[in-house]
Every structure is written in C-alpha cells, then in structure tokens.
C-alpha cells in the first residue's frame, strides 16, 4: 500500500505539528488500508530507525514510546485512508524523519520494526532549541 507522509516543517521548541499519512486505494493481497495496524518511526542522523507510535487497525488501541508518551497522539481515519501523528511539546530531541509503515501482522508486534511492510519516503521534522 503506498503510502505519503506530510505535515513535516522546523518548528520552535515547545511548538506543534501534525503530521499525516495517506495510503493510496489500491490494495495488497486484496488487503485494504482499514484493514492494516499502522505505525510511526523516526529516524535521527547517525541513529537507527526507532518507533513512535502505533494504532490498531480500528483504532481502538493506540501504544506509544516512553520518549514520546504524554506528548504525542496517534490516531486515524479510516474513510480517509489516513493516519495522524499530532507532536505536542515538541523537543529538540524529536528532530528526525518521520516514516509510517503498515504492519499486517497482530497487534502484539505493534512497537517492532521488523514486522511492518510497507513504508513511506518520509517527512523531515526539525525542532530548534
């Protein structure tokens, strides 16, 4: 499924983003979007790829990394073939591209990279202090 990412800009610490990510109406093995957990990651220079945030394919469950917990919100919007990462309290530290990716595995592999499929080319997010 492919998918686009946007809503990535610099940003003043303290501040706000939403970013968002839009799959495409094709399929994958007759699989659709709604049908798809979906995840965010974020990887800084020099640092490997890490994981954000992720949401069960209804959205009824949502799991956060500690770094981001209180401050981050994922959510999505299965009409729209889209999925959300809205960034509160935005640190210096949360400056990386940020990629979403469909996991078609079961929820419990919702925060391991290695389980997730498709990706996006991702958007750049920079935090000045």
């Known amino acids: 499924v492919p998918l686009v990412e946007s809503g990535g800009e610099l940003v003043q610490a303290g501040g706000s983003l939403r970013l968002s990510c839009a799959a495409s109406g094709r399929t994958w093995s007759g699989r659709t979007f709604s049908t798809y957990h979906m995840g965010w990651f974020r990887q800084a220079p020099g640092k490997e790829r890490e994981f954000v945030a992720a949401?069960?394919?209804?959205?009824?469950?949502?799991i956060y990394a500690d770094s981001v917990k209180g401050r981050f919100t994922i959510s999505r919007d299965n009409a729209k073939n889209t999925v959300y990462l809205q960034m509160n309290s935005l640190k210096p530290d949360d400056t990386a591209v940020y990629y979403c990716a469909t996991n078609p595995s079961g929820w419990s592999t919702g925060t391991k990279r290695e389980f997730y499929r498709d990706w996006g080319q991702g958007t750049q997010v920079t935090v000045s202090s």
């Open positions: 949401i069960s394919w209804s959205g009824g469950n949502t």
